[in-house]
């Protein structure tokens, strides 16, 4: 395969199309609109299913219908839509269905503005919609990453049963960059795929002893057996933490006298002021989180050598991730905090001089 | 090599159409390239810019803060970003555009009345493509040879008289790349 130069919105929905995702439900909302408009496009190529639905809760609810009946499915948004989805979400984790969701952040609270953001942290990765549950989160920084991270993302929700959130920006979704795609899925291998859920989709479609209907439903009403469905869950989320986390580590040395914590578009802008400094003599690491749930807490803790004065987090937010460096870090060590919001993005020279005031 | 280009000017002019096609040449010459465009309600005669990014190395960040090379095709756009080159940087400038101009020495200058000689050629809309050409002229961060490919694939067939009024303006615009 030859490198393209393609949108962040586009290259993902192509990358959805080619790991064997048919069905495609959503409502237009900019940062992520080329997404949908490429979905429109292609779907119909590959005798796929677009639909644009009435509503981010239609179409929420439509990959809810989709995923009971095993099937590839996905569904994106930018913040706005993605907290009205969030009833679905939380349907979808009750129900343990795989499902792909996709937010191509933008300035909150409110309809905020269509600039890129990284507020919706707490939603993707405590919650947001009610219940004990948890999403997969990928956070990815390039556009050749938020491609692969389609791939990734249906396999994950695959195995194990479960929706996983792309937590993108409108910067990722609008910027583009070369890109490699994988060889695109054969229908067999589809259908290959399809059939690993046929001992619980709704109507496994085949002849045989396979074929009986299912029951899928979030709702249990005997409190014991909820209690226990939940602590299957968490049994289910202990085995992703254990088995599915994954982070860069950047110029982390014994040297270090900053560690640096980013994720997503922030972290490229830290690793130019890292590099930066580095020229001058300066010894600055950093740990970006790839999934943001689970998240990397032990390497954090690990990552911080024995001359690091400050672990520095930056966010395109107030701090929502600098929670959970907190826990990872545990008071070894002072955690500091720097963002921009608004959708605003802040720049390297910014971050650079930041990083300055800590010499 | 790195390069950081910030192109600038008025929505219509084709400044995020120099980044594009200037990432795509990067890119088909083996370099790591980013394009990231301005985005929101903007309409033509609304202001708009593009940072685009050529290197040998992976690139960090997209954004650009001080730019090697600016492309200023409007007054408000060199105000806002002229400050901002790195000194011994490249400004490309529309001195037909940009009456009040950029008071800098330590900068090159490659200021022509782009708007009026894209006229000349005989139509605005290779604009653009002088600025490109400019750009090659004085810079030599792509080749003339890969525009002329892409440019070719995507107009030949299209558009032949189009594709030879784009390349006659992109040589032009390396003439005075070289002055």
């Given at each position: 395969m030859t490198k393209v130069l393609m949108k962040g919105n586009e290259a993902v929905a192509e990358a959805a199309i080619r790991s064997g995702c048919r069905l495609y439900f959503a409502y237009p909302i900019t940062p992520q609109s080329e997404l949908i408009?490429?979905?429109?496009?292609?779907?119909?190529?590959?005798?796929?299913?677009?639909?644009?639905?009435?509503?981010?809760?239609?179409?929420?609810?439509?990959?809810?219908?989709?995923?009971?009946?095993?099937?590839?499915?996905?569904?994106?948004?930018?913040?706005?839509?993605?907290?009205?989805?969030?009833e679905g979400i939380s349907y979808i984790a009750g129900a343990q269905l795989p499902a792909?969701?996709?937010?191509?952040?933008?300035?909150?609270?409110?309809?905020?503005?269509?600039?890129?953001?990284?507020?919706?942290y707490f939603q993707a990765v405590k919650g947001g919609g009610h219940g004990d549950y948890h999403l997969i989160v990928l956070a990815p920084s390039s556009v050749q990453e938020f491609a692969d991270m389609a791939g990734e993302a249906f396999d994950l929700a695959d195995k194990y049963r479960t929706a996983v959130m792309i937590l993108a920006d409108g910067m990722l979704g609008q910027m583009m960059e070369p890109v490699e795609f994988k060889p695109?899925?054969?229908?067999?291998?589809?259908?290959?795929?399809?059939?690993?859920?046929?001992?619980?989709?709704?109507?496994?479609?085949?002849?045989?002893?396979?074929?009986?209907?299912?029951?899928?439903n979030s709702l249990e009403i005997d409190p014991s057996v909820l209690e226990q469905h939940v602590y299957n869950l968490y049994d289910n989320y202990a085995t992703i933490e254990k088995n599915e986390l994954r982070y860069e580590s950047y110029n982390v040395s014994d040297d270090n006298e900053i560690l640096c914590v980013a994720w997503g578009t922030a972290s490229r802008i830290v690793k130019s002021a890292i590099n930066e400094l580095k020229v001058e003599g300066k010894s600055i690491g950093m740990i970006r989180p790839i999934t943001v749930w689970p998240f990397p807490y032990q390497e954090i803790d690990a990552a911080i050598g024995k001359n690091v004065k400050k672990v520095y987090v930056f966010e395109l937010n107030m701090g929502q991730m600098l929670d959970d460096v907190k826990i990872a870090v545990n008071g070894k060590v002072p955690v500091d905090f720097w963002g921009k919001v608004g959708g605003i993005v802040f720049t390297p020279a910014e971050i650079k001089t930041k990083l300055e005031e800590c010499f | 090599m790195k390069a950081e280009i910030i192109c600038a000017g008025f929505g219509g002019q084709g400044v995020l159409t120099i980044g594009k096609f200037i990432a795509k040449a990067g890119m088909a010459e083996g370099k790591h390239v980013s394009w990231l465009p301005s985005y929101g309600p903007e309409m033509r005669g609304g202001t708009a810019n593009v940072s685009a990014v050529v290197s040998d190395e992976p690139i960090a960040s997209p954004i650009v803060s001080y730019p090697d090379i600016l492309v200023a095709l409007n007054q408000p756009s060199l105000d806002k970003f002229g400050p901002t080159i790195r000194p011994g940087g490249v400004l490309v400038v529309d001195t037909g555009m940009c009456p009040h101009g950029l008071k800098r020495d330590d900068i090159q200058f490659v200021a022509a009345p782009f708007?009026?000689?894209?006229?000349?050629?005989?139509?605005?809309?290779?604009?653009?493509?002088?600025?490109?050409?400019?750009?090659?002229?004085?810079?030599?961060?792509?080749?003339?040879?890969?525009?002329e490919e892409d440019l070719t694939a995507f107009l030949k067939a299209k558009n032949p008289d189009l594709l030879e009024q784009n390349l006659k303006a992109i040589k032009r615009g390396i003439e005075i790349g070289k002055l």
């Amino acid at each position: 395969m030859t490198k393209v130069l393609m949108k962040g919105n586009e290259a993902v929905a192509e990358a959805a199309i080619r790991s064997g995702c048919r069905l495609y439900f959503a409502y237009p909302i900019t940062p992520q609109s080329e997404l949908i408009e490429y979905m429109a496009k292609m779907m119909p190529k590959v005798g796929g299913t677009f639909l644009q639905a009435e509503s981010e809760v239609a179409a929420i609810n439509m990959v809810y219908g989709a995923a009971g009946a095993g099937r590839r499915v996905m569904t994106s948004s930018s913040s706005p839509g993605i907290s009205l989805k969030m009833e679905g979400i939380s349907y979808i984790a009750g129900a343990q269905l795989p499902a792909v969701i996709i937010n191509v952040q933008r300035g909150g609270p409110g309809l905020g503005d269509i600039q890129p953001g990284q507020s919706d942290y707490f939603q993707a990765v405590k919650g947001g919609g009610h219940g004990d549950y948890h999403l997969i989160v990928l956070a990815p920084s390039s556009v050749q990453e938020f491609a692969d991270m389609a791939g990734e993302a249906f396999d994950l929700a695959d195995k194990y049963r479960t929706a996983v959130m792309i937590l993108a920006d409108g910067m990722l979704g609008q910027m583009m960059e070369p890109v490699e795609f994988k060889p695109a899925k054969t229908a067999e291998e589809i259908e290959a795929l399809n059939s690993q859920h046929h001992d619980w989709c709704i109507c496994p479609n085949v002849e045989g002893p396979e074929h009986h209907h299912h029951e899928i439903n979030s709702l249990e009403i005997d409190p014991s057996v909820l209690e226990q469905h939940v602590y299957n869950l968490y049994d289910n989320y202990a085995t992703i933490e254990k088995n599915e986390l994954r982070y860069e580590s950047y110029n982390v040395s014994d040297d270090n006298e900053i560690l640096c914590v980013a994720w997503g578009t922030a972290s490229r802008i830290v690793k130019s002021a890292i590099n930066e400094l580095k020229v001058e003599g300066k010894s600055i690491g950093m740990i970006r989180p790839i999934t943001v749930w689970p998240f990397p807490y032990q390497e954090i803790d690990a990552a911080i050598g024995k001359n690091v004065k400050k672990v520095y987090v930056f966010e395109l937010n107030m701090g929502q991730m600098l929670d959970d460096v907190k826990i990872a870090v545990n008071g070894k060590v002072p955690v500091d905090f720097w963002g921009k919001v608004g959708g605003i993005v802040f720049t390297p020279a910014e971050i650079k001089t930041k990083l300055e005031e800590c010499f | 090599m790195k390069a950081e280009i910030i192109c600038a000017g008025f929505g219509g002019q084709g400044v995020l159409t120099i980044g594009k096609f200037i990432a795509k040449a990067g890119m088909a010459e083996g370099k790591h390239v980013s394009w990231l465009p301005s985005y929101g309600p903007e309409m033509r005669g609304g202001t708009a810019n593009v940072s685009a990014v050529v290197s040998d190395e992976p690139i960090a960040s997209p954004i650009v803060s001080y730019p090697d090379i600016l492309v200023a095709l409007n007054q408000p756009s060199l105000d806002k970003f002229g400050p901002t080159i790195r000194p011994g940087g490249v400004l490309v400038v529309d001195t037909g555009m940009c009456p009040h101009g950029l008071k800098r020495d330590d900068i090159q200058f490659v200021a022509a009345p782009f708007s009026s000689i894209a006229v000349e050629i005989g139509s605005m809309r290779v604009l653009n493509m002088l600025a490109i050409g400019a750009v090659i002229g004085r810079t030599n961060i792509i080749k003339y040879e890969t525009i002329e490919e892409d440019l070719t694939a995507f107009l030949k067939a299209k558009n032949p008289d189009l594709l030879e009024q784009n390349l006659k303006a992109i040589k032009r615009g390396i003439e005075i790349g070289k002055l």
